[in-house]
């Protein structure tokens, strides 16, 4: 494991800048929305425009039966992460529901 110093984590904790974490979990329309399968297409593709806007910068479905749906993680404010929730398909038609955390972290850190 490499060693990491004091002074080298002082350094790096004054680059963190704050996102958002949205949770995505099943809503009461889930399981039984007639119109589900196109809705859920519909809500990739938002997320596809999203990734490409630079507005989320990582998403991850979730592929086992765990409660949630799927994590995010916008950059964007707090009030811009709701207001884009609040105008996602899948949670207009109660598909989904949604948690937001603010949280920190490094710019430019990616999955591997």
Known sequence: MTAITDEYMQQ???KT???HIVLLKPGPRAVDHPDLKKLLWEHARRN??????????????????TGLS???IFNT???ETKNIMDGDPGVQAAIFVYDIHPCRS???DSLP
């Open 12 to 14: 790096m904790l004054t």
């Open 48 to 65: 596809f425009s999203l990734r490409a806007d630079g507005v989320l910068s990582i998403v991850c479905p979730i592929t086992a039966e």
């Open 106 to 108: 490094f710019p430019g």
């Open 70 to 72: 799927g994590i995010g």
């Open 17 to 19: 800048k704050e996102y």
């Open 77 to 79: 404010s707090i009030e």
